[in-house]
Nanobody, 114 residues
């Protein structure tokens, strides 16, 4: 069974940093692109970043370019999201996922507020 367990969220002041982790199981992690999504209160879930199976290619939504960095450890079947220079508009629940998977983990809450 495919599973995603996100962690690392919390309350942080504007300008602060957080590192999110997503531990996966139930599939061959190194075969798949991996995605980070977020869902802000009252809004639809949006794609934030994704990374190729080897980690050699990464793509970011414009609003996080230069501030967020996605990475992965294929030996640990884990994908990460380093978030720097956080803004209040980064607040939301963050989820990871892979292509072709309809189930989601519980996500991790990120709140950016002074």
């Amino acid at each position: 069974q495919v599973q995603f367990v996100e962690s690392g969220g919390g309350l942080v002041q504007p300008g602060g940093s957080l590192r999110l982790s997503c531990a996966t199981s139930g599939f061959t992690f190194s075969y798949y692109f991996m995605y980070w999504y977020r869902q802000a209160p009252g809004k639809e879930r949006e794609l934030v970043a994704y990374i190729s199976p080897t980690g050699g290619s990464t793509i970011y939504v414009d609003s996080v370019k230069g501030r967020f960095a996605i990475s992965r450890d294929n030996d640990k079947s884990t994908v990460y999201l380093q978030m720097n220079s956080l803004k209040p508009e980064d607040t939301g629940v963050y989820y990871c996922n892979r292509p072709g998977q309809v189930n989601w983990g519980q996500g991790t809450q990120v709140t950016v507020s002074s």
